[in-house]
Structure formats: structure tokens, C-alpha cells
């Protein structure tokens, strides 16, 4: 059963271009959670997905940042017209479809530089 | 919203003796706390965790507690080995529905 899979592992972006990170979760996994990390930094929540739904972005930057779980296929964060501070590494993390306490499992994540 | 606390936020310990991680929570309906070990480019990995109805839990040279009552849980390493040597994070969660981490602890095992 293979773990979580992020790609790309790093991906460079010009200011103003779109970056697409994509997350694959675990098999059986329908949780699905994006989270933030600046060098040094904790992990910042983002948004939790099911899929087709958006849960709670809660953490989610009002504009250029969006996410979704479609019903086929992995889950996407897309950052638009990108800016150097987007520059960080970004953690998906998926667990499964039970009720109560469930174990949350991360990718390696996806560094993006915004030069 | 839930608001977690860790401490300290770096940590050094000869090689051998114990560290312990410390963490703080507010919402008082989080039920399962895990703690996640990152390494230098990787991503997180759950090395264990604890569940509401449980005070204690160990895995080999790994325990952690929970007091329910003070809201908070700790991280007990005993046997340091240079290989335990990343950043640590604890988390709280409700039901498995959203995870609020703590800043996370630098641990360096000096051999």
C-alpha cells in the first residue's frame, strides 16, 4: 500500500505564473488536509478536503489559492499569479473515511521557490 | 478554535538520556493527540499517538501521556540515539476532523 504521494517534490515558478501541486492519498484514504510550512516553521492548516468537498479552508489565503478532491483522481492546491512569499514547502496529509479518532498520514511534500 | 502549545521549541540531549516534549491544548473536545517526527527534507511521520480514554501509551523507547483534565500531553524519549535527532510536533484533533499542530520542538542527540 504505498504512503501518500506528492508531486512534484519541488517545482520553480516565475513570479505571476500558476503553481499546481498535486496530492495522491493513501488507497481507501478520503480526507484529504494541505498544510504550510515556512523554513523553520510549524505546519499551517490550510484546507481540509472529502471528496468533492471543501470541509473546511479555513486556513486558506482569501485570494489565489484554491483546492479540490475531485471524485476521480488526486486532490489539487493551485496557486495563482504566484508571489516570493508563497515560496515554502506544502504538506498533504489523507486518513480514512471512519468516524472518530483517525490517524492522518503525510506526504513528503512539494517545495515551491517563487523566483 | 483549538490552539496548541509546544515546548521547548529546541531541545539537546546526551546521547542516552531522556528528552521529553511537552504540549498544551484548549479545546477541551479534542480527543486524539498524535505526535509526528519530520526530518531534514521529508515529510512528517506519525510515530505515535493517544486517544482520550487512554492516560498512557508506550512503544518501546516512546511513551506519552495525557492529562485530560490540565489539557496537556506529553512526549517521553528514554535511550537517545543521534538517529532520534529531527523536529517534533504534536497535534491536537477532534474526532480526526481537522489537526492543530503545535510549533514543534528541534531535538539534537549529541553522541
Known amino acids: 500500500n504505498a504512503g501518500v504521494m506528492q508531486n512534484p517534490r519541488h517545482l520553480v515558478r516565475r513570479r505571476g505564473q500558476e503553481a499546481r501541486l498535486r496530492c495522491s492519498p493513501m488507497?481507501?484514504?478520503?480526507?484529504v488536509y494541505w498544510y504550510r510550512q515556512l523554513p523553520e516553521e510549524g505546519l499551517k492548516f490550510m484546507v481540509y478536503?472529502?471528496?468533492?468537498?471543501?470541509?473546511?479552508e479555513s486556513g486558506m489565503p482569501k485570494e489565489r489559492f484554491s483546492a479540490e478532491f475531485p471524485k476521480e483522481g488526486p486532490s489539487i492546491l493551485r496557486i495563482q499569479q504566484v508571489v516570493r512569499g508563497d515560496s515554502a514547502a506544502y504538506f498533504c496529509?489523507?486518513?480514512?473515511?471512519?468516524?472518530?479518532?483517525?490517524?492522518?498520514?503525510f506526504g513528503q511534500g512539494t517545495r515551491l521557490t517563487v523566483v | 478554535g483549538e490552539n496548541v502549545e509546544q515546548h521547548p521549541s529546541t531541545l539537546s540531549v546526551q546521547e542516552g538520556d531522556s528528552a521529553v516534549i511537552k504540549c498544551t491544548y484548549s479545546?477541551?473536545?479534542?480527543?486524539?493527540f498524535p505526535w509526528y517526527k519530520q526530518e531534514l527534507g521529508k515529510g512528517p511521520q506519525l510515530i505515535i499517538d493517544?486517544?482520550?480514554?487512554?492516560g498512557e501509551k508506550k512503544d518501546q523507547r516512546i511513551a506519552v501521556t495525557l492529562n485530560k483534565t490540565a489539557k496537556h500531553f506529553s512526549l517521553h524519549i528514554t535511550e537517545t540515539q543521534p538517529e532520534d535527532s529531527a523536529v517534533y510536533f504534536c497535534a491536537a484533533s477532534i474526532n480526526g476532523n481537522q489537526f492543530y499542530f503545535g510549533t514543534g520542538t528541534s531535538l539534537t542527540v549529541i553522541p
Open positions: 488507497k481507501g484514504h478520503s480526507h
Open positions: 493517544i486517544r482520550s480514554n487512554v
Open positions: 496529509a489523507s486518513s480514512p473515511p471512519l468516524l472518530g479518532n483517525t490517524e492522518a498520514f
Open positions: 478536503l472529502q471528496k468533492e468537498n471543501i470541509i473546511d
Open positions: 479545546d477541551s473536545a479534542s480527543n486524539y
